[in-house]
């Protein structure tokens, strides 16, 4: 009985790059009748992904903000604000760098707070920081 199905997912990312065989063997696949699966592209450029957004809705995402990155790092590590604006400026927006970094930071710091020197000393700045090129060292 379908009612016992369990929704199914299947991400593929840098859809972008897929060859037209794979496309269509996607499109096969998401149109199987009364299939659970869906079939969820991800690309990072909706342009380049023309060939897909004819066979599959395209969604577009707008990056994490910086301010609303810095918030999520308060939120989940409870870092100062500041920490978390300097962490930001000097990694960039993405979460899960924003994530490992932060559980390398809580790693070295033990019991005592996250502090921005920690930041200097553990992280390597994003390139396309604007932060970066402004911090750097002679």
């Known amino acids: 009985c379908s009612s016992d199905l369990?929704?199914?997912a299947l991400l593929v990312t840098q859809a972008e790059?897929?060859?037209k065989e794979r496309i269509e063997a996607l499109t096969a696949l998401d149109a199987v009748p009364q299939s659970s699966?869906?079939?969820?592209?991800?690309s990072a450029d909706l342009k380049a992904g023309e060939a897909i957004a004819r066979h599959f809705p395209a969604v577009a995402i707008d990056p994490v903000k910086p301010g609303d990155a810095a918030r999520w790092v308060i939120d989940r590590f409870k870092v100062s604000p500041d920490v978390a604006r300097y962490l930001v400026e000097n990694l960039g927006s993405e979460l899960r760098q924003l994530k490992t970094e932060m559980e390398k930071l809580q790693a070295y710091a033990g019991n005592r707070n996250v502090e921005m020197r920690d930041v200097d000393v553990l992280t390597m700045r994003s390139e396309s920081s604007p932060s970066s090129s402004a911090r750097a060292q002679p």
């Open 6 to 8: 369990q929704s199914r």
């Open 17 to 19: 790059k897929l060859k």
């Open 37 to 42: 699966l869906k079939v969820i592209l991800s």
